[in-house]
């Protein structure tokens, strides 16, 4: 049979505590732009299928304060975080970059995974300022080598 539908889980404010190791991922759209709504299937379903011993969490971008105040508080060094790919890296949606930004520079102790981005700082003096304001945030994870 064909699969013609996606199942969609109920959303919950508790997050999970258990054994199993989490894989956070930070910035899911919730607004419909559909080419955004499709990167973030489409990384769901790369993570449960190269990362299946770990727990998917979804935090939508607009609950990234308290989703992140919420993660301090139950991972682990075994954890992984992520920030959704796309097109938002950089000056020109910097909501998407501040969020992102925080993410990174939040859980420093953790394997921390980007997804692929298009990146533009423009080449003006806001620009500048925005882009020093992200490498000091991205310096700060550590190198997974």
Same mark, same amino acid.
């Given at each position: 049979?064909?699969?013609? =539908? *996606? !199942?969609?889980?109920?959303? @919950?404010?508790?997050?999970? $505590?258990?054994?199993?190791? /989490? ?32 727990? =998917? *969490? !979804?935090?939508?971008?607009? @609950?990234?304060?308290?989703? $992140?105040?919420?993660?301090? /508080? ?44 298009? $990146? ?26």
């Amino acid at each position: 049979m064909t699969d013609f =539908y *996606i !199942e969609t889980t109920k959303a @919950d404010k508790t997050l999970p $505590i258990n054994s199993r190791p /989490k894989f956070f991922a930070f910035g899911i759209p919730s607004y419909t732009n559909l080419g955004d709504q499709a990167v973030s299937l489409a990384q769901r379903a790369y993570i449960e299928h190269e990362f299946p011993e770990f727990q =998917y *969490i !979804e935090i939508l971008e607009e @609950d990234n304060d308290a989703g $992140i105040e919420a993660v301090k /508080k139950i991972i682990t060094s075994q954890d992984i975080v992520s920030f959704v790919g796309g097109g938002n890296m950089g000056n020109l949606y910097l909501d998407h970059e501040r969020a992102r930004r925080k993410v990174f520079s939040t859980f420093v102790n953790n394997l921390t995974i980007s997804f692929p981005q298009s $990146i533009h700082f423009e080449d003006n003096e806001q620009g500048q300022r925005e882009q020093k304001l992200s490498q000091e945030a991205y310096q700060k994870i550590r190198t997974w080598f």
